[in-house]
């Protein structure tokens, strides 16, 4: 669904929406990258900040305060800083967003089994088996914003009703900080008033094309005619569009969607030609790569990089390992043997990527110990640095070789995934 906010349509009814039935939850969280990274600088709530940095990369997440004047996620640092010169611009904090989501995501299997993460930051939750133990889904629901209010010091938004569809419109509309019941007999009316691009599924180009046929509200799809939609949209768009329209959805929560793979990329701020820049940099990208892997309790076997020069020519190379790995030195090592066998000299790079492909759950893939490791070696490191970063923030612990020369403190490296 469009990102784009909306105003919530209004209801038949004075009374209090009636949540029976309503056993579909959308959790997502406000503002997630920019809350997290706010914890540790709480002199800047309330006030204009983005995530992200430098003059090549794009933005990550940015405060409530920065969106009013047009920032948005994806969108390039160089523009987000014309749009919103007064915001402070902070670095991400990728270890701390995996920590985080980690507590999130076990606060909801506290809740119920039945989970579709969508991101780090959202999931659907079915909590029909949960009613009796813990109360109506609205109630539920407050439970959840509660113990991650308090947990983790975030906020998140709720939208409750009887579909996937409706309900991640309902949170949304909620946004910042609230929740929206769409109680299962209010559904028709609730998104038929809605914009077109409100619809799940409904992008520029989409709007652009329902715009042309004259429709620009959810009814005006609901009360035109299928085989025209279909002859304007095509038979699979038209369809979709107009059961969504009828609010129609059968689609169920499917549990714990599996990752195919985890990576980060890092955009330089200048091109880099020396190999021991780009070894600190595949560093980084790799404990952030097994720091995400570790929070969802993946490992993985095959490791990858991605290469792009200064002309933009991108290569990638692979290897994969014996045993499955979530290990940060393993993945590190691997990227960099890739990367020295390319037997590059001088040339000047723009970008490097680090990946963990043929990703498998902790539990069916019992991780061996590297050959020649001690009882508490890495993985144990990585572990104990994981807890750290939680607590205190990523960089209160990381590798030497990425503190600034003549500084205590974690260099200024400006990145993103």
């Known amino acids: 669904m469009s990102r784009r906010q909306f105003s919530l349509p209004g209801r038949t009814s004075s009374d209090p929406p009636d949540d029976t039935g309503c056993t579909i939850l959308h959790v997502d969280m406000d503002a997630f990258y920019a809350s997290a990274t706010l914890l540790s600088h709480p002199e800047l709530v309330g006030t204009p900040v983005?995530?992200?940095?430098?003059?090549?990369?794009?933005?990550?997440?940015?405060?409530?305060?920065?969106?009013?004047?047009?920032?948005?996620?994806?969108?390039?640092?160089?523009?987000?800083?014309?749009?919103?010169?007064?915001?402070?611009?902070?670095?991400?904090?990728?270890?701390?967003?995996?920590?985080?989501?980690?507590?999130?995501?076990?606060?909801?299997?506290?809740?119920?089994?039945?989970?579709?993460?969508?991101?780090?930051?959202?999931?659907?939750?079915?909590?029909?088996?949960?009613?009796?133990?813990?109360?109506?889904?609205?109630?539920?629901?407050?439970?959840?914003?509660?113990?991650?209010?308090?947990?983790?010091?975030?906020?998140?938004?709720?939208?409750?009703?009887?579909?996937?569809?409706?309900?991640?419109?309902?949170?949304?509309?909620?946004?910042?900080?609230?929740?929206?019941?769409?109680?299962?007999?209010?559904?028709?009316?609730?998104?038929?008033?809605?914009?077109?691009?409100?619809?799940?599924?409904?992008?520029?180009?989409?709007?652009?094309?329902?715009?042309?046929?004259?429709?620009?509200?959810?009814?005006?799809?609901?009360?035109?005619?299928?085989?025209?939609?279909?002859?304007?949209?095509?038979?699979?768009t038209g369809t979709h569009l107009h059961e969504l329209a009828w609010g129609r959805d059968p689609r169920p929560v499917h549990r714990e969607h599996r990752e195919k793979s985890i990576g980060a990329d890092e955009t330089f701020e200048y091109d880099i030609d020396d190999p021991r820049e780009i070894h600190r940099h595949l560093l980084?990208?790799?404990?952030?790569?097994?720091?995400?892997?570790?929070?969802?309790?993946?490992?993985?076997?095959?490791?990858?990089?991605?290469?792009?020069?200064?002309?933009?020519?991108?290569?990638?190379?692979?290897?994969?390992?014996?045993?499955?790995?979530?290990?940060s030195r393993e993945i590190y090592e691997t990227a960099t043997g890739l990367f020295d066998a390319l037997g590059l000299q001088r040339a000047r790079i723009r970008l490097v990527g680090v990946r963990l492909e043929k990703l498998v759950a902790v539990e069916e893939a019992p991780i061996q110990g590297m050959l020649g490791e001690p009882d508490h070696g890495w993985r144990e490191a990585d572990r104990a640095i994981d807890r750290a970063s939680a607590r205190f923030g990523a960089g209160s612990v990381r590798p030497a070789s990425l503190i600034a020369r003549g500084s205590t403190s974690p260099s200024d490296d400006r990145d993103l995934s």
């Open 284 to 327: 980084k990208l790799s404990d952030r790569v097994g720091a995400r892997l570790r929070a969802a309790r993946l490992t993985g076997r095959t490791v990858s990089i991605k290469v792009r020069f200064s002309d933009f020519t991108t290569i990638t190379r692979a290897r994969t390992l014996r045993e499955p790995t979530d290990t």
């Open 50 to 236: 983005i995530i992200g940095g430098g003059n090549r990369g794009v933005v990550l997440s940015a405060t409530y305060e920065a969106r009013r004047y047009g920032v948005a996620s994806a969108m390039p640092m160089t523009r987000a800083r014309r749009l919103c010169p007064q915001a402070t611009v902070l670095a991400p904090d990728h270890r701390l967003y995996a920590a985080i989501s980690a507590a999130v995501m076990e606060t909801f299997r506290s809740v119920t089994p039945e989970i579709e993460p969508l991101s780090l930051d959202e999931a659907f939750l079915d909590v029909s088996g949960a009613i009796r133990r813990l109360g109506s889904p609205a109630t539920i629901g407050a439970q959840i914003r509660d113990t991650i209010h308090d947990e983790q010091g975030i906020t998140c938004s709720v939208g409750v009703s009887s579909t996937k569809f409706v309900a991640k419109i309902a949170s949304g509309l909620a946004k910042p900080d609230g929740m929206v019941v769409v109680p299962r007999d209010e559904v028709i009316p609730f998104v038929q008033q809605l914009p077109v691009a409100a619809l799940w599924g409904v992008g520029d180009k989409t709007e652009e094309q329902l715009t042309r046929l004259g429709l620009r509200t959810v009814a005006d799809i609901a009360h035109t005619p299928l085989p025209t939609l279909i002859r304007g949209l095509g038979e699979a």
